[in-house]
């Protein structure tokens, strides 16, 4: 009985988990979109499809800047259910993002629970304004060495 409650348990929570994250996805997708008329789902099968005006656009038809806004969502949204850690890396995460997108992504990432740290590596200034640090790094075109140009 129990080794049967458990195997049938497993999907279950599964589906659980993954609708949970899936709605807490498409909260911060809304707010980096700036609007409540697009719905974002990560499915059971872990596919991103994002609904705008009644239809589904699965994640490859999704414009540039909709693919960075739906794949962060469902990132911040893992890293701040499941991830026990506190820390977060964000790599270029305003890549595709309009400057309204950028200040909302900014705004988003303010209001996250559950994180210590958060490191990002951008080309733009965008959180510059609201981080404790900045390393401003500049490479030399003709010796391709990097240099520190402001540390803090």
Not at 40 to 59: A, C, H, M, R
Not at 129 to 141: C, F, G, I, N, P
């Amino acid at each position: 009985w129990v080794r049967d409650s458990i195997q049938q348990a497993g999907p279950r929570t599964r589906e659980l988990i993954t609708r949970r994250i899936s709605e807490r996805a498409n909260k911060i997708y809304q707010n980096l979109r700036g609007t409540k008329s697009e719905r974002l789902e990560w499915d059971k099968t872990y596919n991103i499809v994002v609904t705008v005006s009644g239809q589904k656009k699965p994640f490859g038809q999704l414009s540039g800047g909709e693919k960075m806004a739906s794949a962060l969502s469902v990132r911040l949204a893992l890293l701040e259910s499941l991830a026990s850690v506190g820390v977060a890396f964000l790599d270029e995460p305003t890549a595709n993002l309009d400057d309204e997108k950028k200040r909302n992504l900014v705004n988003e990432l303010q209001s996250l629970e559950g994180f210590d740290q958060l490191t990002v590596v951008s080309h733009d200034d965008t959180f510059e304004s609201v981080t404790e640090r900045a390393v401003v790094l500049e490479k030399d075109s003709t010796t391709e060495e990097t240099r520190v140009v402001t540390d803090g």
